[in-house]
């Protein structure tokens, strides 16, 4: 998988030292460089901000179901084009449930068969990519098709995982940020982001 934007900015060579253990420990739970970390190191306030916003994300089988949380994460990533968040929530596929065959659903975004997931998975699914398109387009079918499915507070939590997701898509494509290596691609082959048609990224 290549990016679309290489990375041009170079991570600071001195960090904060209150910031230093918080970004041990995102290498010690992950095993990869905490890339997108680092590069918010240069800003210690916004490393803070985002930390928090990280820590405090909805929780799968506790604020949602983690298969319909995963795929909406999953879809949204691919949408986004961000390498780093494909590759890493492309990895919590088996732990939320998801068959291999479901995740190269999500990852090729096969509309027509996000319905072969289960009603909850393929909704989700949908809504991700509804919210992470620009414009925004969500249809009053898919809002009665929500609402059918989760509940008010389930609603919130899908959209705010979304949400999240598109502002680290957004971060680490504008940064150029590439997938750290957590998915094994014998598994699936993940998406391809190519440049634009005029060579821009």
Not at 109 to 132: I, P, W
Not at 140 to 149: F, H, N, Q, V, Y
């Amino acid at each position: 998988m290549h990016t679309e934007t290489p990375l041009w900015l170079e991570t600071p060579t001195r960090v904060a030292w209150y910031l230093r253990p918080l970004l041990w420990l995102a290498r010690r739970m992950t095993g990869k460089d905490p890339l997108p970390a680092r590069m918010l190191a240069w800003s210690p306030k916004l490393a803070f901000g985002a930390g928090l916003f990280e820590a405090l994300s909805p929780t799968a089988g506790v604020d949602l179901g983690a298969r319909p949380l995963t795929a909406a994460r999953i879809v949204a990533s691919v949408v986004g084009g961000c390498p780093f968040c494909v590759d890493m929530n492309a990895a919590t596929f088996e732990r939320a449930g998801l068959s291999s065959a479901e995740l190269c659903t999500l990852l090729t975004l096969e509309r027509s068969a996000f319905d072969t997931l289960g009603a909850n998975e393929a909704t989700a699914a949908r809504y991700a990519e509804a919210l992470s398109r620009t414009p925004i387009d969500v249809s009053d079918a898919l809002i009665t098709e929500l609402k059918s499915r989760f509940t008010a507070k389930e609603c919130v939590v899908l959209a705010a995982a979304i949400a999240q997701v598109n502002f680290w898509t957004r971060f680490n494509q504008g940064l150029g940020l590439p997938a750290a290596g957590f998915f094994d691609e014998s598994v699936c082959r993940l998406p391809t982001f190519r440049a634009r048609p005029d060579g821009r990224s």
